[in-house]
């Protein structure tokens, strides 16, 4: 069954140019141009990916991201013409899985949602993985701690999935980032450390201590010693 995009961009030359070049790569695509009508068309399309222009009227694309990320953890790429930006949309504070700034290609993007949609697709042939703290449903990018569900981005869910499962384990945050991103864009080391700040805010709903750890100088480690 071909994958569904939604296309969120108010440039309608250039939304109508990368749905045709989606639709040429057996993807069904969808527009949207206005910030208001973006979240009831995610509900009503429930898209496999969300390309999200960043600046529309109305409501923009990180007030948007922010709302679905509520609801589903569908991946969404951002497009933005406003480098100034890019560290707030890797940060992860609204919960992007990745981002393409204009001008771009249509040949980049659809590339870019080959990648994404690969990396989800791998990730959902896996079975579910457990441990003493965590539950890992791949199918449904869910992660369960102690009975309770997260609602963790895609990103935060595979940051969770390799940090659980290598208890003790030092990560360098060059090799957490390779893990993330197909990829090979130069980002700061704040990025990383956003996500980790992100992902820890969330599992203290359930700890009291601290499950990932700092290591000085070189990464983190995740510890199942938590109470």
């Known amino acids: 069954m071909s994958k569904t995009i939604l296309i969120i961009e108010d440039e309608k030359k250039l939304a109508q140019l990368l749905e ?9 695509a969808h527009q949207v141009h206005d910030g208001a009508l973006a979240i009831n068309s995610i509900k009503e399309k429930q898209p496999d990916l969300i390309l999200l222009d960043l600046m529309l009227p109305n409501k923009d694309g990180i007030t948007i991201c922010k709302e679905l990320r509520e609801f589903t953890n569908v991946p969404v790429i951002m497009l ?10 890797l940060g992860l504070e609204i919960g992007a899985d990745d981002y393409i700034c204009k001008p771009f290609s249509p040949r980049e993007v659809v590339a870019r949602v080959k990648a994404q949609l690969r990396r989800a697709e791998l990730v959902n042939t896996q079975e579910i993985s457990k441990d003493e703290l965590v539950t890992l449903d791949h199918d449904r990018f869910v992660a369960v701690v102690r009975g309770q569900d997260l609602t963790l981005t895609p990103v935060e869910f595979r940051l969770l999935e390799k940090l ?7 990560f360098s945050r060059a090799s957490l980032m390779d893990n993330l991103y197909d990829d090979h864009r130069i980002v700061t080391d704040r990025t990383i450390d956003s996500h980790i700040k992100n992902l820890r805010k969330k599992l203290a709903t359930c700890f009291e201590s601290e499950l990932i750890q700092s290591v000085y100088g070189v990464g983190y480690k995740w510890e199942q010693t938590a109470n």
């Open 20 to 28: 045709d070049y989606l639709n040429a790569s057996n993807y069904v």
């Open 80 to 89: 933005t013409a406003k480098v100034e930006e890019i560290d707030r949309i």
């Open 164 to 170: 659980s499962g290598s208890p003790s384990r030092v």
